[in-house]
């Protein structure tokens, strides 16, 4: 149903690693979002944006940086990973406040 | 400012027995409320959607949800419990983007 990819699914690197976790969506959607989801634990929004140009931090603070060049694309980069950053990170896109569409996610693993 | 309380963190429940998971929210104005599964290493899917135009709502596979004004409530229910339901649960409150801490819902045969 959704058209919203994220690679790579699974990752594990060592630590001090700069990675760059990709999402893209071809449904135009306006606004994109990052959720960050420990194993079993709720959804916690890190990051989201409105639109090209614009990005906001959510209610969890996260060492990560997103950027918003491209309406269907919007990258998640840690400039150097950390054990603590092991977690699941969900992406998801959403036109108006209709309903959001997610991701398979991502697994991160940092050793 | 609006969240949501999901009151259970797992249920557990019988293959064919009825599903009850719960969720209040608090808003000072008509909120948009949304139910989402997520089965193991997967994304979240949404299940069904309230958006004041009818206060039962009918999802995919089965489950619907009712929105109680008077008791702040947004209850997703299933008649009949399959095997393949098993699963953690999200309510969301989707003004302010709010997720509830998810309900791990248990099947057996």
Known sequence: ?111 | AQSVTQLDSHVSVSEGTPVLLRCNYSSSYSPSLFWYVQHPNKGLQLLLKYTSAATLVKGINGFEAEFKKSETSFHLTKPSAHMSDAAEYFCQGFQKLVFGTGTRLLVSP
């Open chain 1, 1 to 111: 149903e959704a058209d919203i990819y994220q690679t790579p699914r699974y990752l594990v690197i060592g630590t001090g690693k700069k990675i760059t976790l990709e999402c893209s969506q071809t449904m135009g959607h306006d606004k994109m979002y990052w959720y960050q989801q420990d194993p079993g634990m709720e959804l916690h929004l890190i990051h989201y944006s409105y639109g090209v140009n614009s990005t906001e931090k959510g209610d969890l603070s996260s060492e990560s940086t997103v950027s918003r060049i491209r309406t269907e694309h919007f990258p998640l980069t840690l400039e150097s990973a950390r054990p603590s950053h092991t977690s699941q990170y969900l992406c998801a896109s959403s036109e108006s406040w209709s309903r959001q569409y997610f991701g398979p996610g991502t697994r991160l693993t940092v050793t």
